[in-house]
C-alpha cells in the first residue's frame, strides 16, 4: 500500500512539475535579441571621432507585448571604420556617457572608462564595449541592435 | 449569552484546545537578564513586520498594474491620489528596509549567544533560508514601482547573477524572462513578490516557529570554558595526541546542557502574560519606527524607468551598497568570484554554521574566534555600506535646468521632429531648431505653439493644440536652450579671449593646453557652460581648470553668462587633426 501512495504521489508531482518546468525553461532557449535592421541616419552626417548616442523606433515582440521601444546606441566614426556601441557598460550593465573633457567613456556605477574605441582603460570591466552588427547601405547606416562581443 | 469560560469550555470538549494553549502560551522560557529577554522580542517583532507587509502589500495590490504602461501610474496614484495610500506604501517599503535589518540583528544574536547549536541547528538553517526568502522579498519588490531607480537596480541586480560561471547567461533570462529588463520582467518579479515568495515564507516560518515552540526558546549563554579545553576525556578515557586537562565528551556536553536547559526552564515564568507583554511592547516601538520614518521620508516616486537613458546614475537600495561597493574593488576577470562566489560562499558558511564547532560552549567570550569573526564581517559590511554610500560619482550627470528638461521631454512627446530637426536630425519641413537662427521672438513662439493655425499658417493643425501654459513655457525654455541661450552682448568674445583665451581655441585663436571650443555649442548646452565655468571641478573631477567666478576667479556671474551664451553660439567644429 505504501508503495502504492508513493508510486502514485511521484506520478503526481512529476506529472505537475514538467510541464511547470518547460513552461519556465523554454523561453530561456530561443536565440536572444531581435535580428531586424534598423536604419541610424546618414553615414556622413556623423562627425568624425565625435562619438554620437543615436536613438531611434524599434517595434519589438517580447512575450504578448509588441512595443515600440527606443533603440540607442553610441555611434564612432573613426577614419577606417564605424564602432556601434551597445549603450550599456560591459561589466554591469549601466548606461555609460561621453565626456568630451576627457574624450573616454565613462560609467556612472563603479567608474568604468573606455575609450573612444571601446577599449578598457580602467576600472573592473571585462572586455571592450559590446557593439552593434552594422552595414552601410547608400550612404546610410543600418545596424542590428543585439549586443555582441567585440572580437579585438 | 455563553461567558468566555462557557465557550472555551465547549471548544475544549470538542478539540481538547487546552492542550494548544499550555503547549503555545503556558510554556515556560528560561529566566534571563531585562537585556537578553529584549533581544528575545525580536524574532516576534518579524513576525509583526511580516504581517504588516502582507496587509499592506494586500492594499497596494489593489490599485497595481505589472505593466510598464501602467505601473509608474499606479505607484504614483496610490502616492498622490489614494486615500492614506502613501501611508500604506510608505509603511510597506519602510517595513521591508525594518525587515532586513530586523532579520540581520535577530541572526547575529543568535549566532552571538550559540544558540543555534544542538539541538536547534535545523530552526537555524530555516532561518537562513527565510533570510535569503526577505532579500528576495526585497529585490523583486524594488522593481514593481517601475521608476529609474528600480529599473536600473534590477538591470544591475540581474546583471550581477550574469556572472555566475556557465549557467550566468541562463540565470539572467530566468529572471528578465527575456534578454532585457522589460515588461516580463516586471509580470515576473510581480508573481514572485505577490505569490511565490509569500508561499515560500509562510512554509519556512510556519517550520521555524514549530521548531521554536517545540524546543523551547534557548537559554541565555553562561560561560562554560571546560567544554572547549583539551585534553583527558572524563567519559571517554585518555584521548591521545592532546594534552592533559578536562574534556567532557561532545554528547556529555549535549547531556548537561540539556539538564541545566531543563532547570532553567523549570524556573523561568510563563511565555503569557510575561514574555508576550514585552513583545507587544517591542512591537509597538516598532511600528512606531517605521511610522516616524514614513511620516519623515515618505516613499519617493522618481521619475519612470526609461530603458534608453544615459542620465541616470544607477545606485541600489542601502541594504545591497555593500555589494555594489565591493564589486568596485574587483577586475572584471574577477567579477565572478566578487559577485557570486563570495556571497555564495557567505551563504554556504551560514548554512554550514551549526555544524563547525558541535561542542556546547555558547558563551561569546568562549568561543573568540567566532565571535571575532561575526563582528569582522558586520564591520565589514558596515564599512562598505559607508564607503559606498559616500563615494562621489566620477560622472555625476549634471541636470539641465527642469523646465528644459520638460520642453525636452515635450518636444519628443509632440513630434515636434516631424517638422523640426534639432542639430539636423529630424525632418525639414521647419527650420532646425539648434542651427537655424529663429526669426521670431517668444510671444510668437509661444502663440505658433498654442495657436499654430493663427500664426504658423491658417488652418494648420498640429498635435499641439491644447497645450497648457506651463507646458508652451517649457517648450520655449528648450528651444531657448537649444538656440543658445539668447543673445550675448558685444563685449563677450573679448571677455572670452582675455580670460580662457591662453587654453582654448573657438574660430581657430586661442591656445591649446584646453580643448578646441569651436564646435561646444552643439555638445553643451549653456548653462552647462555657465556651470562648468563657475566650479568645473564639481561636473568633471579631473579637470585642471580652474574655477572663475569670484572670489575664486575674476569673472562676475553677469559676465559668465554672457561667455557661455557666445561659447554656445559657437557650432562650427574644427576640423579632427588626422
Redesign the interface.
Known sequence: MSRLFWGAMGIVSAGIAAPIASY??T??LGP??TKDWVRM?KVD?L????PQ?I?VARRMA??W?T?D????AWVVRT?DKIYVFD??C????????W????KQF??????GIFSLTGK?VSG????PLDIYAYEVREGALYVVP?PTKQVV | MWSRLQLSKWFDERLSTRAIRVALFDRHIPKSSPLVEWIYTLGSVLLFLFILQAVTGMMLAMNYVA??DHAFDAARYISMRAPLGWLIRGLHSWGATAMVVVIGAHMLTTFLSGSYKYPRESTWITGVFLFLIVMLFGFTGYLLPWNQKSY?AT??GT??AGATPYIGD?IV??FR????V???TL?RFYAMHVLMLPAALIVFAAVHLFMVVRQGISAPPKRHPEYGRHGINAELGIDPGIGVGTQLSVDAQRTRAADEYHHEKEAGESFYPFYLAKDAVAVLLALSVVALLVFMYPTEIGEIAD????????RPDWYFLFL?QA??Y????M?AVAAVMVPGLALAVLLAVPFFDRRMRQHPLDRPIATGFAFSALAGVIALTVVGAQSP?????VPERPTVEEGHRLFHTLNCAYCHSVN??GSKIGPDLMLDTLKHDKTWIIAHLERPGEVVRPGARTAMTGLLPDESADLFDYINELQGGGPYSEKASRLFYRNCGKCHVVAGHGGAKG?DLSGIGL??SVSFIHRYMEDPKAL?S??KMPAFVQPEGKLTHVEIEDIARFLAHQRT?AP?K?
Open positions: 519556465l525553461i523561453p530561456l536572444g535579441g541616419g552626417e562627425p568624425l571621432n565625435a548616442r536613438e517580447e512575450g507585448v512595443e521601444s527606443a533603440v540607442t577614419p549603450p550599456h560591459t561589466h554591469l550593465g549601466c548606461a555609460y556617457r565626456v568630451e573633457e576627457a565613462f560609467c556612472p556605477c563603479h567608474a578598457v573592473p570591466p571585462p572586455r543585439t | 505593466s510598464p536600473w538591470v544591475v546583471n550581477i541562463y533570462r530566468f524572462g527575456g534578454s532585457e522589460g515588461p516580463q509580470t530603458p534608453a537613458s544615459t542620465s541616470y546614475n544607477p555594489f564589486l568596485k574587483f577586475p572584471g576577470s567579477e560619482l566620477l560622472n555625476p550627470y539636423g536630425r580643448p555638445v553643451r568633471y579631473l579637470t567644429p579632427p588626422n
